[in-house]
């Protein structure tokens, strides 16, 4: 492993960092909360809207093996990915759950607080393996991106990859042949090819765009998204400094204000709120109504189209484009996770849930309807593990890589989201946006330095 990461990302979506405040109050309740109750009624805080179903189902398969365990299921919103505010609640409260299916972006910030405990000791009292073999049944970089200062804080749960989604009929109103990017056909086109398929079919009603093509700042076009195949690199592990100045950082941001005085932010903006206002129906999307050529996603927007997509929605899915046509392919996974907050009652129940919820027979019924990629290896490699709409995804996870599980994440993914928005409005340039997000970002490193990555952590192990 090198002293500075490259290539590496964290998972979508903005991230609130948790005070000293809020930390002090955890540090002086946690102990106070000994994990009380029936142990064989285990609660659980899950999934919430459309992937609820296929959780119950899970949970069902599991009673039926189980019948002495009750399983009470309880979905609690986040504010955003890393945000602990409501289990920082509930383990003050002496309310916190047994299992808790969080985001792994967050695991290792959790874990340096003392929010969630090490699964060591449980794999050491019921399992007849050694905890390496044990976890070897997982992908290693989700593993990894649960395991903090040599223990491991959960079992890792779905995951997914970042691919590019193209609406087929636009490009052939506009006369592109379609196949070029299909990734069964083709590799990954360049981003001079990009924008010139952009120019075909974006189209203008005066001074407002009816149709586009690609807009980099949209969807899953988060900074590190495209810092992969700009050579990016964050942190230094010699130093244990950050290095957001680096000069692969500094190009996402050209690339932005690039992209962005081409088609003019504000009026790509305009033209998003038209086609998809705030708060708008999961079926009114640009790309669904054929007006936007291009998105980047990941593979529950499948499923999206399966429910909410017009019948003669015609799409393939492409790689990633690249600076250069020889550059190699590059995309980024997440997922979930089963942890155990401070004050689990860490039952035999609680293990067992937790091992089926996360083990093959749970993520197959789970997967395939949920269009989510599997983490259990078992089920990553069996054809019916996982939904043939999303085969992209899936064959993308050898080439993937994780989210590095630093203590500072959530901070470093807010200071990269803000750095953009100051490009794209015209309110800092890129120098100046990255400066500013190193110096939010490497004091905050400071106080957990030194610190080193695990040896491991992006290992596919598939």
């Known amino acids: 492993m090198t002293s500075a990461f490259d290539r590496r990302t964290f998972l979508r979506g903005s991230a609130a960092t948790v005070g000293a405040g809020a930390l002090a109050l955890l540090a002086a309740s946690c102990a106070s ?3 009380r109750g029936n142990p064989d009624e285990v609660s659980l805080w899950g999934v919430g809207g459309t992937f609820v179903p296929f959780q119950t189902k899970v949970i069902e398969q599991f009673q039926r093996l189980h019948p002495e365990v009750t399983v009470n299921v309880d979905v609690v919103p ?3 990915t890393g945000d602990a505010t409501s289990i ?3 383990v003050r409260g002496g309310t916190a759950p047994d299992l808790w299916l969080l985001d792994r972006f967050s695991a290792a910030q959790y874990a340096a607080i003392g929010l969630i405990e090490p699964i060591d000791d449980l794999i050491a009292q019921y399992e007849d393996q050694s905890k390496e073999d044990f976890l070897a049944q997982w992908l290693g970089f989700a593993v990894g991106e649960v395991t903090y200062e040599g223990k491991t804080y959960g079992l890792p749960h779905d995951t997914d990859a970042r691919g590019m989604f193209v609406n087929r009929t636009m490009l052939r109103d506009a006369g592109v042949d379609p196949d070029e990017f299909d990734w069964e056909r083709n590799g990954p086109v360049t981003m001079d090819r990009m924008w010139e398929v952009s120019e075909r079919v974006t189209k203008r009603s005066g001074v407002d765009y009816t149709h586009v093509g690609l807009l980099p700042w949209y969807g899953e076009g988060w900074p590190f998204t495209w810092g992969l195949g700009l050579g990016a690199s964050y942190y230094d592990q010699q130093t244990s400094h950050m290095t957001m100045t680096d000069p692969g950082v500094r190009r996402v941001f050209e690339f932005y204000e690039d992209w962005a005085g ?11 709120a038209t086609y998809e206002p705030t708060g708008h129906p999961p079926g009114q ?5 054929n007006r936007m050529a291009f998105m980047v996603s990941v593979p529950s927007t499948i499923q999206t189209f399966d429910n909410h997509g017009p019948d003669d929605l015609d799409w393939t899915t492409a790689f990633l484009p690249v600076q250069q046509a020889d550059d190699p392919e590059y995309t980024w996974s997440g997922g979930y996770a089963l942890c155990l907050p401070k004050g689990s009652k860490k039952t035999k129940a609680v293990w ?3 091992k089926y919820f996360t083990g093959e027979r749970g993520q197959r019924t789970y997967m ?6 599997p983490t259990n290896i078992a089920a990553l490699e069996d054809p019916e593990g996982s939904a043939p709409s999303i085969r992209y995804f899936v064959e993308s996870i050898a080439a993937s890589t994780c989210r590095p599980p630093l203590p500072v994440g959530g901070a470093w993914w807010d200071a990269l989201a803000d750095a953009r928005s100051s490009v794209l409005l015209g309110t800092a340039t890129a120098e100046q946006a990255v400066a500013r997000a190193q110096d939010r970002v490497d004091p905050m490193m400071q106080t957990f330095a030194p610190f080193a990555l695990p040896e491991d952590y992006d290992d596919i192990r598939v």
């Open 33 to 35: 909360n000994p994990g």
């Open 78 to 80: 986040s504010q955003g």
């Open 88 to 90: 920082i609640t509930a």
């Open 262 to 272: 081409r088609y003019g932010y504000k009026a790509a903006d305009t033209f998003i």
């Open 285 to 289: 999307t640009a790309f669904l109504a």
């Open 352 to 354: 067992d849930l937790m």
């Open 368 to 373: 395939v309807p949920a269009t989510s990629v």
